[in-house]
């Protein structure tokens, strides 16, 4: 189910613009440091997620917060869903 929490957050997530893109060589879109460079918060689903972007992009550790939503659920899950919102109710209100 990998690639799919970013995906579903990009769009269930309603009153901010937003980009999604992954880590992992593999992904769908890697993340680039145009993205980076144009994002006020960078939302990483887990720990390692933040550890890969500091190593390849220096100086934006200070954009980064950490949801830890582990990969366990498909794309638009109910519960992801709910899960998402929960954490983008701290973060960006």
Known sequence: ????RSKTAAHCLGGIEKDYAGTDS????????EQMDWAD???CMETCHRSKLRRKFKGYSH???VWNIPDDYGYMDDILIV????KAEGAFA
Do not use: P
């Open 26 to 33: 593999d992904a769908d879109r890697l993340v680039t440091k």
């Open 63 to 65: 954009k980064m917060q």
């Open 1 to 4: 189910m990998a690639r799919l």
């Open 83 to 86: 899960r998402l919102r929960g």
């Open 41 to 43: 918060k960078i939302i």
